[in-house]
């Protein structure tokens, strides 16, 4: 199993960055997707981004892709998701998803709240 621990969410003005982190841990040798979804109060969980594991390849939603850079660190079981000119509308839980070989579901972290202030 892998387990998710996401960090980085907060409170930032309109206009900020914020970059979050998620670490995996567990059978990380299992892994060949990460990526990040959101769900906002009332709303169903969206997809945000998305990075295979060995060759780095990624993967944006459309609505926000000029805005974002998915990454990774292999060696740290680490991806990271920078999120520049935040906005409003940009407040909603982000979750950490993996997709492992062996399970036909994914794997979530516990998400973090991002808040963004007008």
């Known amino acids: 199993q892998v387990q998710l621990v996401e960090s980085g969410g907060g409170l930032v003005q309109a206009g900020g960055s914020l970059r979050l982190s998620c670490e995996a841990s567990?059978?990380?040798?299992?892994?060949?997707?990460m990526g990040w979804y959101r769900q906002a109060p009332g709303k169903e969980r969206q997809f945000v981004a998305q990075?295979?594991?060995?060759?780095?390849?990624?993967n944006y939603a459309d609505s926000m892709k000029d805005r974002l850079t998915i990454s990774r660190d292999n060696a740290l079981n680490t991806v990271y998701l920078q999120i520049d000119s935040l906005r409003p509308e940009d407040t909603a839980v982000y979750y950490c998803?993996?997709?492992?070989?062996?399970?036909?579901?994914?794997?979530w972290g516990q998400g973090t709240q991002v808040t963004v202030s007008s």
């Open positions: 998803n993996a997709k492992t070989y062996g399970l036909q579901h994914d794997t």
């Open positions: 990075i295979n594991w060995s060759v780095g390849m990624t």
């Open positions: 567990g059978r990380t040798n299992s892994i060949y997707f």
